[in-house]
């Protein structure tokens, strides 16, 4: 059985690539940016709206997108995953208004 790969398979794991660097770069060097937070937001932004890409991708692909190129894809997207944990370390969790109101 021949293995299909696509360009636009390709794109979709530089895009993870990508981003994931980007999420790396960013809770590296949380204190050098001058709003974190706001970077963070489109970042994370930007994951949904790639997995929503890949979701749809996949579906419309179905048996033509061979397991090989299906299993670099999803462990990208897994690499992705890894790292939005240590973005949420980065997060200071702040007492809410209640508490401070009291």
Do not use: C
């Not at 489109?42 to 048996?63: C, P, Q, T």
């Amino acid at each position: 059985m021949t293995e299909n790969f696509d360009e636009e398979g390709l794109l979709k794991d530089i895009q993870v690539s990508e981003l994931a660097v980007k999420i790396t770069k960013l809770t590296f060097k949380w204190n050098g940016y001058s709003a974190p937070v706001k970077e963070a937001h489109g970042l994370m932004d930007n994951v949904r709206k790639l997995s929503l890409e890949i979701s749809e991708y996949e579906h419309r692909m179905g048996s033509k997108l061979g397991e090989y190129q299906r299993n670099i894809i999803y462990n990208s997207m897994e690499d992705l995953g890894k790292l939005i944990p240590y973005l949420k370390n980065k997060i200071k969790h702040y007492e809410s208004l209640e508490n401070i109101v009291d």
